[in-house]
C-alpha cells in the first residue's frame, strides 16, 4: 500500500462534545482545526496531533455500546492509541494539575522507553510515550 501521508488520522465518537473538547483540546492541548456538520449523522470537532488529525464525532443519536473499560489489557480491538512526546513526566505533571490523572503511571516499558495512560471521558485510552533509547 502506498500511503499519502506520514500519519493516519483518527475517529472517536464521542457522548458529550463539551467534555470531550475540554480534555483533547483544553487538557492535553491539541491544536483546534474546527467543526463541521456531518451531514444526516452529527457534528466533528477536528484536532491536530502532529500531522494527524483527531476527529471527535457527536452524532445525533448516541450509540448505545460503550468502550469496554481497562484500556488495552481488557479487550480486543482498537483499545489505545500512542502520542510521542519529549517529556512525558512534565507531560503528567502538567495534565494532572488539570485534573487529569493517570490509569498507567508513568512506567518504563523497556530500557529507554517510557509510557503512562489517561482515560478521556468516555472511557477511550490514550498513551504517552517518551522514547530516549539509543537508535
Same mark, same amino acid.
Request: charged share 25%; hydrophobic share 40%; proline share 8%.
Given at each position: @500500500?502506498? %500511503?499519502? +501521508?506520514?500519519?493516519?488520522?483518527? *475517529?472517536?465518537? %464521542?457522548?458529550?462534545? &463539551? =467534555?470531550?473538547?475540554?480534555?483533547?483540546?483544553d487538557? $492535553?492541548?491539541?491544536?483546534?482545526?474546527? !467543526?463541521?456538520?456531518?451531514?444526516g =449523522? *452529527?457534528? @466533528?470537532?477536528?484536532? &491536530?496531533?502532529?500531522?494527524?488529525?483527531? &476527529?471527535?464525532?457527536?452524532? !445525533?443519536?448516541?450509540?448505545?455500546?460503550?468502550?469496554? #473499560? *481497562?484500556?488495552? @489489557?481488557? *479487550?480486543?480491538?482498537?483499545?489505545?492509541?500512542?502520542?510521542?512526546?519529549?517529556d512525558?513526566?512534565? $507531560? @503528567?505533571?502538567? $495534565? !494532572?494539575? +488539570?485534573?487529569?490523572? =493517570?490509569?498507567? #503511571?508513568?512506567?518504563?516499558?523497556?530500557?529507554?522507553?517510557?509510557?503512562?495512560? %489517561?482515560?478521556?471521558?468516555?472511557?477511550?485510552?490514550?498513551?504517552?510515550?517518551?522514547?530516549?533509547?539509543? &537508535?
Open positions: @500500500m502506498q %500511503v499519502s +501521508k506520514d500519519s493516519i488520522d483518527l *475517529g472517536i465518537v %464521542v457522548t458529550d462534545e &463539551k =467534555a470531550a473538547i475540554a480534555f483533547y483540546r487538557g $492535553l492541548g491539541l491544536e483546534w482545526e474546527g !467543526e463541521l456538520p456531518v451531514p =449523522a *452529527g457534528r @466533528m470537532y477536528r484536532l &491536530k496531533c502532529g500531522t494527524t488529525v483527531i &476527529k471527535l464525532l457527536k452524532l !445525533e443519536r448516541t450509540p448505545e455500546a460503550k468502550p469496554a #473499560p *481497562g484500556g488495552p @489489557m481488557r *479487550g480486543l480491538g482498537y483499545r489505545y492509541f500512542t502520542i510521542s512526546v519529549p512525558i513526566r512534565g $507531560l @503528567m505533571t502538567q $495534565l !494532572e494539575s +488539570k485534573g487529569i490523572r =493517570a490509569t498507567v #503511571p508513568v512506567t518504563e516499558f523497556r530500557p529507554g522507553v517510557t509510557i503512562a495512560m %489517561v482515560t478521556d471521558p468516555d472511557g477511550n485510552t490514550v498513551e504517552f510515550l517518551q522514547n530516549s533509547a539509543p &537508535k
